[in-house]
């Protein structure tokens, strides 16, 4: 399944916010820097789709907010 994620790095708390069906809003504590806010947004997402974050794949949009994720069937 593909989702677009609206990127919110360096927020007060880690949170989910479901826009409509594909698109959500995800806030994490981690800067963008290197990398490090892309793998807590795929850790979040991989906690609530109850997936690996190893099935959370960043498709577009690594080094911008909006991004588009692969998230692997079970």
Do not use: H
Not at 1 to 17: C, D, G, Q, S, T
Not at 47 to 66: A, L, M, Q
Request: with cysteine; charged share 30%; proline share 4%.
């Amino acid at each position: 399944m593909k989702i677009f994620v609206k990127a919110k790095p360096n927020a007060r708390e880690e949170k989910i916010e479901k826009v409509d069906e594909n698109n959500f809003i995800v806030f994490v504590k981690e800067p963008p820097i290197k990398g490090k806010a892309n793998n807590a947004i795929k850790n979040a997402l991989a906690v609530y789709f109850k997936t690996s974050s190893s099935s959370v794949k960043i498709v577009s949009g690594y080094g911008s907010c909006n991004k588009i994720i692969e998230i692997a069937e079970k």
